[in-house]
């Protein structure tokens, strides 16, 4: 019985990952295998992001190209050819490689460029980097192994536990059959909804361990139109969540789900599952559900909205500090902190280039005393378990972590919860525990909804603008 290893991973951020890096793509014949390998092919028409080729020539995507390369293993393991399969769009579906010496406990190494079609013809890498592919946006890709002995392994690959770039699969002959998946009360694989709050039935066998990736992607375009856009098409991964559960006795298992529209070009929500019964052995993916998220969550009205860059003027280590002089960006202040235009959904400006140590202060007026949730608005692309501090009425908290957001101007909420809060004039401070992230704005959002006429509204002194 033989078995093999493959991976996709070109690590670095989920913004700029790339099949293009040396090493992207590793298969491992297993040391218990009783055979060489002789051939694997990779195809990426199975992939659930859509359109993902190889491109070789730089002729399906933008304008960067790499072709097949080894970057390790050439030497030992007999690399005698290799060939592109499936042509679409100036790009290829599949590779294919042969070995002559592929032994068990070899690995060979490559590298191959990558492309979503809709990026044909772009200035490298792309609009918004879609032109960087990562092992990611690739799961669902299947990767077929064929032994000296004729015998053949197939398989699909799935995220890497915790990775934001990497998917891969250990190729069996014990695959189980996949699970099904469906969105309950929708008849389509593919919906555009308002309501962000969605269930995700899967269905499979009693007692099995589900895991369901939700994968937010955007499609990103230098015209807005893109090459051969197809309905619901991302061609970059946004953000990723992970999520568990046991199929019960009934043979299947609802997983409540909150869809995300983290980017103006985002909220296309990609849903996928696999499962694993008790003695090891997974399944091949479920098929890929598709949905759309057309709205932005409304804001209950009582809710206090602060702009981060309206924090309190004055005196640098005083009213606020920052730890470099002038605003580097240039934009809507004239002081010591680095204000830029935002991309999010929301607001006109963020502050960034944060340094640990720094802090903002505010003037906030609590309307009615209470339990409030205080929501961060942040992103980042450097680097992963940051946190922010926050001090208000006395009470000082810190932030949950929070990740890599998939890019600078890619935003997602950090939500300390349950703050009890006194009703009156007080002062907010952010004490940057953490440095290289970006924030948009702070939401302090009372437990129970406060109606219209009460709601509060932050304001700014504007002094020393």
Same mark, same amino acid.
């Given at each position: 019985?033989?078995?093999? %290893?493959?991976?996709?991973?070109?690590?670095?951020?989920?913004?700029?990952?790339?099949?293009?890096?040396?090493?992207?793509?590793?298969?491992?014949?297993?040391?218990?295998? =009783?055979?060489?390998?002789?051939? !694997?092919?990779?195809?990426?028409?199975?992939?659930?992001?859509?359109?993902?080729?190889?491109?070789?020539? &730089?002729?399906?995507?933008?304008?960067?190209?790499?072709?097949?390369?080894?970057?390790?293993?050439?030497?030992?393991?007999?690399?005698?050819?290799?060939?592109?399969?499936?042509?679409?769009?100036?790009?290829?579906?599949? %590779?294919?490689?042969?070995?002559?010496?592929?032994?068990?406990?070899?690995?060979?190494?490559?590298?191959?460029?990558?492309?979503?079609?809709?990026?044909?013809?772009?200035?490298?890498?792309?609009?918004?980097?879609?032109?960087?592919?990562? &092992?990611?946006?690739?799961? &669902?890709?299947?990767?077929?192994?064929?032994?000296?002995?004729?015998?053949?392994?197939?398989?699909?690959?799935?995220? +890497?536990?915790?990775?934001? *770039?990497?998917?891969?699969?250990?190729?069996?002959?014990?695959?189980?059959?996949?699970?099904?998946?469906?969105?309950?009360?929708?008849?389509?694989?593919?919906? =555009?909804?308002?309501?962000?709050?969605?269930? /995700?039935?899967?269905?499979?066998?009693?007692?099995?361990?589900?895991?369901?990736?939700?994968?937010?992607?955007?499609?990103?375009?230098?015209?807005?139109?893109?090459?051969?856009?197809?309905?619901?098409?991302?061609?970059?991964?946004?953000? !990723?969540?992970? %999520? =568990?559960?046991?199929?019960?006795?009934?043979?299947?298992?609802?997983?409540? /789900?909150?869809?995300?529209?983290? @980017?103006?070009?985002?909220?296309?929500?990609?849903?996928?599952?696999?499962?694993?019964? $008790?003695?090891? @052995?997974?399944?091949?993916?479920?098929?890929?559900?598709?949905?759309?998220?057309?709205? /932005?969550?409304?804001?209950?009205?009582?809710?206090?909205?602060?702009?981060?860059?309206?924090?309190?003027?004055?005196?640098?280590?005083?009213?606020?500090?920052?730890?470099?002089?002038?605003?580097?960006?240039?934009?809507?202040? @004239?002081?010591?902190?680095?204000?830029? *235009?935002?991309?999010?959904?929301?607001?006109?400006?963020?502050?960034?280039? +944060?340094?640990? $140590?720094?802090?903002?202060?505010?003037? /906030?007026?609590?309307?009615? &005393?209470?339990?409030?949730?205080?929501?961060?608005?942040?992103?980042?692309?450097?680097?992963?378990?940051?946190?922010?501090?926050?001090?208000?009425?006395?009470?000082?908290?810190?932030?949950?972590?929070?990740?890599?957001?998939?890019?600078?101007?890619?935003?997602?909420?950090?939500?300390?919860?349950?703050?009890?809060?006194?009703?009156?004039?007080?002062?907010?401070?952010?004490?940057?525990?953490?440095?290289?992230?970006?924030?948009?704005?702070?939401?302090?959002?009372?437990?129970?909804?406060?109606?219209?006429?009460?709601?509060?509204?932050?304001?700014?002194?504007?002094?020393?603008?």
């Amino acid at each position: 019985m033989s078995e093999a %290893l493959f991976i996709i991973d070109p690590g670095s951020s989920l913004a700029s990952s790339s099949t293009f890096s040396p090493g992207s793509f590793k298969l491992t014949n297993d040391i218990s295998s =009783t055979d060489n390998i002789v051939r !694997v092919s990779i195809d990426f028409s199975t992939a659930i992001f859509p359109d993902l080729v190889f491109d070789p020539d &730089g002729n399906a995507g933008d304008a960067t190209a790499k072709g097949f390369t080894v970057d390790s293993g050439s030497s030992s393991i007999g690399v005698t050819s290799h060939t592109f399969l499936g042509e679409r769009d100036g790009g290829f579906d599949i %590779l294919e490689i042969n070995f002559n010496d592929f032994q068990p406990g070899e690995t060979l190494e490559f590298s191959v460029d990558a492309d979503p079609t809709s990026t044909k013809g772009t200035s490298p890498p792309g609009p918004g980097e879609s032109g960087s592919v990562s &092992g990611l946006e690739l799961v &669902g890709a299947t990767v077929t192994v064929e032994f000296e002995d004729g015998s053949t392994l197939q398989g699909q690959v799935y995220r +890497i536990p915790d990775s934001n *770039t990497g998917s891969q699969v250990t190729l069996t002959s014990n695959n189980l059959t996949p699970p099904t998946i469906e969105i309950v009360g929708l008849a389509s694989t593919a919906a =555009t909804v308002e309501d962000a709050n969605q269930t /995700v039935r899967i269905t499979g066998t009693a007692g099995s361990e589900i895991s369901l990736l939700i994968v937010e992607g955007a499609f990103f375009t230098e015209d807005g139109i893109g090459f051969d856009p197809d309905p619901f098409e991302a061609n970059t991964a946004i953000a !990723v969540n992970e %999520l =568990t559960a046991t199929i019960g006795a009934n043979g299947f298992v609802d997983i409540p /789900v909150t869809l995300t529209r983290s @980017n103006t070009d985002g909220g296309l929500n990609y849903f996928v599952a696999k499962y694993e019964d $008790g003695n090891g @052995n997974t399944s091949d993916l479920s098929s890929t559900v598709v949905l759309e998220l057309n709205s /932005v969550p409304t804001n209950n009205p009582g809710t206090i909205r602060i702009e981060a860059e309206d924090y309190k003027a004055g005196t640098n280590g005083v009213e606020y500090f920052d730890t470099t002089p002038g605003n580097g960006p240039g934009a809507y202040r @004239n002081d010591d902190v680095d204000i830029e *235009t935002t991309g999010d959904l929301e607001g006109e400006f963020n502050v960034g280039s +944060i340094d640990t $140590g720094e802090y903002l202060t505010y003037d /906030v007026n609590i309307p009615v &005393g209470g339990e409030y949730d205080i929501v961060l608005r942040v992103a980042t692309a450097s680097g992963d378990g940051k946190s922010i501090g926050v001090t208000i009425g006395g009470e000082s908290y810190t932030s949950p972590s929070f990740n890599d957001t998939g890019g600078w101007q890619v935003y997602q909420d950090v939500t300390i919860s349950d703050v009890n809060l006194s009703a009156g004039a007080q002062e907010l401070r952010l004490d940057m525990t953490s440095n290289s992230f970006n924030i948009n704005y702070i939401d302090i959002i009372p437990k129970q909804v406060i109606p219209d006429e009460t709601a509060p509204v932050a304001s700014l002194d504007t002094t020393s603008l």
